[in-house]
């Protein structure tokens, strides 16, 4: 069996974090893990919880204005993670999957809009999607 994804795939190390933004990442983790689990698919995770700071460097490195930045991300809250993808192993799984996602009640960005990588979130988006456009 492969090793679960750990809290510190998800929080950098010194990274502050609120006792509220823990209790996502923790549920996010036991959620990530079921899929690990149950699909057998190692997963590295590219990104976690992230400072608003972080966040900023980010999509600024990306040449997104400073006004078009998402600041509703949930990787602020720590209720969201990317996992590398390259081949669509773990996208194709989650299609395949989707009475096992939906006890779950994860989210993810459409995978037309995530070419390399899933993002997994544990919170519905404001379109109530299961998958949705970021």
């Not at 600024?60 to 990787?75: L, N």
């Not at 989210?107 to 390399?116: G, K, L, N, Q």
Request: glycine share 4%.
């Amino acid at each position: 069996m492969r090793p679960q994804v750990s809290y510190r795939e998800i929080v950098q190390p010194d990274t502050p974090i609120s006792e509220e933004h823990k209790a996502n990442v923790y549920c996010l983790l036991q959620k990530l893990n079921a899929i690990r689990f149950r699909s057998e698919i190692p997963m590295r995770i590219t990104s976690g919880y992230r400072t608003a700071q972080k966040h900023r460097d980010i999509y600024i490195r990306k040449g997104v204005a400073e006004e078009k930045i998402p600041w509703g991300s949930y990787h602020l809250i720590g209720a969201a993670a990317d996992v590398y993808d390259p081949n669509k192993t773990l996208q194709q799984w989650i299609k395949s999957n989707l009475d096992f996602i939906d006890r779950l009640d994860l989210y993810f960005e459409s995978f037309v809009a995530t070419p390399t990588w899933t993002h997994i979130q544990l919170f519905e988006p404001r379109s109530g999607n299961r998958f949705f456009l970021p």
